[in-house]
């Protein structure tokens, strides 16, 4: 073996203890590379987990925001805002996914009017000289209602009544009523995609937003 002076060991220990050093410096420093690489990711993902917040309105019983698990349908935040009685669930898709800041609004059944009950009269004739006593039963016709249709609370099917509004217009003014709340006046109506001057001309007589 080589025989080396003091001088020489201290160098040697000293060059071995720089490597040792920067071996050990850039590990660590490597190491703290990966973590904060991997933190974000993680953060990322929890955030993509999150489920949507949604503004539930209208015919129930607890209106107000609620947050969801991912992947939450309409039917899960109905069950949780309890639908009133006269709820008409038929005008919303139950199995559509909810998305983030979405406002729902769930539209009331149309009030059922009474139909007209047939009035009979009985109308006795004067007996003439001569002639024999003649009795006569009229019954006027049934009374008809007003035939309103309210476009903030009317269902599907029933839009679908209007004279030139088929399923697929119904289902628009229920996507247009959903995103952007009741109409105010029933001119509102043509904000809706396919409903011009010339089909309101036509609605304005048979609909209301009262």
Do not use: C
């Amino acid at each position: 073996m080589l025989n080396l002076g003091r001088k020489e060991q201290g160098l040697i220990l000293i060059i071995v203890a720089v490597v040792l050093f920067t071996a050990g410096y850039q590990f660590a420093h490597r190491e703290k590379k990966e973590v904060e690489l991997v933190g974000p990711s993680s953060a990322e993902a929890t955030h993509e987990e999150t489920g949507p917040v949604v503004h539930v309105d209208g015919a129930v019983e607890k209106p107000g925001v609620y947050k969801l698990p991912s992947g939450s349908r309409v039917n899960d935040v109905i069950e949780q805002a309890v639908a009133l009685p006269d709820a008409d669930l038929s005008a919303l898709n139950l199995a559509e996914i909810l998305k983030d800041q979405k406002k729902l609004v769930v539209p009331r059944k149309m009030e059922q009017q009474a139909p007209g009950q047939n009035v009979v009269s009985q109308t006795m004739q004067v007996q003439a000289p001569g002639n024999a006593a003649v009795s006569s039963l009229q019954a006027t016709p049934p009374a008809r209602s007003s035939g309103l249709v309210n476009i903030n609370t009317a269902g599907a099917a029933e839009l679908d009544t209007l004279p030139g509004i088929g399923p697929a217009l119904a289902e628009r003014i229920l996507q247009y009523r959903q995103a952007n709340g009741p109409f105010q006046t029933i001119e509102d109506i043509k904000n809706v995609s396919g409903i011009g001057d010339k089909k309101y001309a036509d609605l304005q007589h048979r609909i209301t937003v009262h």
